[in-house]
């Protein structure tokens, strides 16, 4: 029987981790669209991992009162893989796809990239914050319908050069897919470690990147990673990218 998943942040939960509280949508999404009732039982997962098999005590429009019946293993277990997937940022809903499909795909973190050929250019820190905002709720339903226990942090855009400096400590592998000037992802595996945990991934704007992008990405230890000979759209490969390297070192068989 498919499981009836609804969200609450850790801090929802009573410190004896007994009772929990809904917050309004998900509340009207409980009586409202699935018309539970008091005595119904349901799962609550808190984003961060766990899920719990709960009962409603009490159910009003803007809020829901239920309780804990015990913990339980979440729907989908999460990827042994810690996928950091950077995304440069793009038009319309191109990005919102990508972070859906993504997070479906087990990603842990989505980080938008302002790169010189990005789709678009964001107006001030608002505009970012709202961009963030929709791209964060759109990972907490993706999250529900996949089964995941887990929601990824998408992080507020950074510019190409702090993501590139930041994540090139050499703690972890750092990919950047291209359209060109790279290798095989087949191949680029052969240099890296047979058991990889944690991974940073890069995909461009359909602009595709600049030379000095490239050559600044090289020069910091980047691997630069080709699909092949056909051209994707930005989106495709961010999908395309995540769904490999879940296949290389995680879940994904």
Request: with cysteine; glycine share 6%; aromatic share 6%.
């Amino acid at each position: 029987m498919t499981r009836r998943r609804f969200y609450a942040p850790p801090s929802a939960f009573t410190a004896e981790v007994d009772n929990v509280s809904l917050a309004s949508d998900e509340a009207r999404h409980l009586r409202d669209v699935l018309r539970l009732k008091t005595g119904d039982e349901v799962y609550v997962f808190d984003g961060a991992g766990k899920e719990f098999h709960c009962r409603v005590e009490e159910s009003r429009r803007d809020s829901s009162q239920l309780k804990v019946i015990s913990e339980v293993e979440p729907a989908r277990l999460e990827s042994p893989l810690a996928l950091d997937l950077a995304v440069a940022l793009l038009k319309g809903e191109k990005f919102d796809l990508a972070v859906q499909k993504v997070t479906e795909l087990g990603v842990t973190r989505v980080v938008p990239v302002i790169t010189k050929h990005a789709d678009i250019r964001l107006r001030d820190e608002s505009d970012a914050a709202k961009r963030v905002a929709r791209w964060q709720r759109i990972a907490l339903e993706a999250a529900k319908q996949s089964g995941r226990a887990v929601v990824p942090v998408i992080e507020s855009p950074v510019a190409f050069g702090s993501l590139i400096q930041k994540a090139s400590d050499g703690a972890i592998p750092c990919l950047m897919f291209s359209e060109r000037e790279g290798h095989s992802l087949v191949e680029a595996a052969k240099n890296l470690p047979a058991k990889v945990s944690r991974l940073t991934a890069l995909v461009g704007s359909e602009g595709g990147w600049a030379d000095e992008e490239l050559g600044a990405a090289r020069d910091a230890g980047w691997v630069i990673i080709t699909l092949g000979g056909r051209t994707l759209r930005a989106e495709t490969a961010a999908i395309t990218a995540a769904a490999l390297i879940q296949h290389l070192y995680g879940d994904l068989t």
